[in-house]
């Protein structure tokens, strides 16, 4: 949140803070089921670099794999629980 922290709309920073909230529940799940190595911190940092460099498309390019990361995660996830529920 806190590359959001300079942004001088307040709607906008309402709408990422409702985002980030409502994405709470997919984060925990993701946390609690990840069978892969994944280095977060890592992740971030690189966010925050592309940001501070101004680099608009490397910063989209990497938050949009950061959250598909997680999405990727859970869908697997609750595929398996799927199957292992049928089988």
Avoid: W
């Avoid at 906008?12 to 993701?30: C, I, T």
């Avoid at 890592?42 to 598909?68: F, K, M, P, W, Y």
């Amino acid at each position: 949140m806190g590359i959001y922290a300079g942004c001088s709309s307040p709607l906008l920073k309402n709408m990422v803070e409702g985002l980030f909230d409502q994405a709470e529940r997919y984060r925990r799940f993701s946390a609690r089921f990840r069978t892969g190595e994944r280095s977060k911190g890592t992740e971030h940092q690189r966010i925050v670099d592309a940001v501070l460099q101004r680099n608009v498309d490397a910063a989209c390019s990497l938050i949009q794999g950061h959250i598909r990361s997680t999405e990727l995660n859970v869908t697997e996830s609750l595929r398996a629980m799927q199957a292992a529920s049928a089988g």
